[in-house]
């Protein structure tokens, strides 16, 4: 997992952010806070989180749903770009890590916008198709265990309408996917996940090298 985008030299990198990033303050001192934790590189990159936001924004989202929130740094990115309305239904188990993403939620003022789930992914997703949530939300991110990806991606298509937008983060997994001497699962999974989805038929697929590799799955 990487911080910031894969293959870009430190000064053109800096180069990127200072002449395109547009951070609103609290996310900023989000980031700050959550690159002193020991899990720090689970962190999403700047410039990919405001690629989301206007991913959103370009899809006239009101509806969102996010697999992995961590300290909340990409549902606060979400929030901010939705319109008043918006929704973010956010799936973790890490109450500790969570518990700062609810204080930069509050702070930012979007904390009415986001409904965060404490229990396992998987169980959450059922429980929103049924209750009839099904082809209910414009975005869906995901950004949690990686073996479980093909689950998350299967309920992502029955929760997301036609013409929306599944999100799928690590999908280059620091440039492991392309060595064929690192075979661990996590890696193997991530592989097999990717080979999946560029047979997929029931998509239109771009995989965007930003930060460490953002999979884009709409939903035809």
């Known amino acids: 997992m990487s ?86 239904v956010t799936c973790d188990i890490d109450e500790t890590m969570t518990a700062i993403a609810r204080r930069y939620w509050q ?44 689950h998350y991606y299967e309920k992502c298509l029955q929760l997301v309408r036609s013409g929306g937008l599944i999100a799928i983060d690590n999908v280059l997994w620091s440039g492991r996917v392309a060595d064929e001497t690192v075979t661990d699962k996590r890696t193997e999974a991530i592989r097999e996940f990717n080979r999946q989805l560029h047979h997929d038929d029931r998509i239109t697929l771009s995989l965007v090298p930003i930060a460490d590799g953002l999979t884009l799955a709409l939903k035809r």
């Open 107 to 150: 702070h930012a003022d979007v904390a009415d916008k986001i409904q965060l789930h404490l229990a396992p992914a998987l169980n959450t997703l059922e429980q929103l198709l049924q209750s009839g949530e099904g082809e209910s939300f414009d975005f869906a991110f995901i950004d949690a265990d990686k073996r479980n990806y093909p």
């Open 3 to 88: 911080p910031k985008t894969l293959g870009v030299s430190p000064q053109l990198y800096d180069y990127l952010l200072n002449t395109s990033l547009r951070e609103n303050p609290v996310l900023q001192q989000l980031r700050q806070e959550t690159a002193q934790l020991p899990a720090a590189r689970m962190q999403i990159a700047p410039e990919q989180g405001q690629f989301m936001a206007l991913l959103v924004q370009l899809l006239g989202a009101r509806k969102t749903l996010e697999i992995g929130t961590f300290t909340g740094y990409s549902a606060l990115v979400v929030a901010l770009a939705l319109p008043p309305q918006g929704t973010v």
